[in-house]
T-cell receptor, first 116, second 111 residues
Framework: GAVVSQHPSWVICKSGTSVKIECRSLDFQATTMFWYRQFPKQSLMLMATSNEGSKATYEQGVEKDKFLINHASLTLSTLTVTSAHPEDSSFYIC????????????FGPGTRLLVL | RKEVEQDPGPFNVPEGATVAFNCTYSNSASQSFFWYRQDCRKEPKLLMSVYSSGNEDGRFTAQLNRASQYISLLIRDSKLSDSATYLC????????????FGTGTQLKVEL
């Protein structure tokens, strides 16, 4: 099946710093990628839809100036958590959308962020 | 009300048992339905799609009742390796084909 990678797999940072997470589709191109966040014992919550060559679409309640998304190529989307705070500590997961032969999302392995 | 609701469990069952998970969804316009499996600290992985006619994949059987907006997953002859969280997932074609995840049902299969 299709492979999606994320980097880094985990990061610990001080409050106030910015953290960039990369999501790559390794053997296919994806015009659409999705960014999710999962807090302990909760479901995955969609943060935004990342569209190659255009602005991301953010879900209600997600601050676009805090969570910067760039989808500069068909195989790479980045999520930057700006001025991270402890409440941003979470499991961030990306997925890449494939439409053929059928609509499917392939998930990356996730990035665990801990903000001290 | 959450768009996708599941009993969080945990379900503790002995090896070899049959276990059933239920899920309800609130958006009657939902078009596609899935069960995903998520292991601790890992990403979710697609277990199976769910079709109106019901479908089976080995020990796993999924059912969909559109009238009741209800989805089920049956696991027969459960194995230790089935221990995971099972996520009920719905896709609505309106609004960009986004996936909506339930909170998951935790399964622990024991010796």
């Amino acid at each position: 099946g299709a492979v999606v990678s994320q980097h880094p797999s985990w990061v610990i940072c001080k409050s106030g710093t910015s953290v960039k997470i990369e999501c790559r589709s390794l053997d296919f191109q994806a015009t659409t990628m999705f960014w999710y966040r999962q807090f302990p014992k909760q479901s995955l919550m969609l943060m935004a839809t990342s569209n190659e060559g255009s602005k991301a679409t953010y879900e209600q309640g997600v601050e676009k100036d805090k969570f910067l998304i760039n989808h500069a190529s068909l195989t790479l989307s980045t999520l930057t958590v700006t001025s991270a705070h402890p409440e941003d500590s979470s499991f961030y997961i990306c997925s890449a959308r494939v439409v053929a032969p059928q609509e499917t999302q392939y998930f990356g392995p996730g990035t665990r962020l801990l903000v001290l | 009300r959450k768009e996708v609701e599941q009993d969080p469990g945990p379900f503790n069952v002995p090896e070899g048992a049959t276990v059933a998970f239920n899920c309800t969804y609130s958006n009657s316009a939902s078009q596609s339905f899935f069960w995903y499996r998520q292991d601790c600290r890992k990403e979710p992985k697609l277990l199976m799609s769910v079709y109106s006619s019901g479908n089976e994949d080995g020990r796993f059987t999924a059912q969909l009742n559109r009238a009741s907006q209800y989805i089920s997953l049956l696991i027969r002859d459960s194995k230790l390796s089935d221990s995971a969280t099972y996520l009920c997932v719905v896709r609505n074609t309106g609004g960009g084909n986004k996936l909506t995840f339930g909170t998951g049902t935790q399964l622990k299969v024991e010796l």
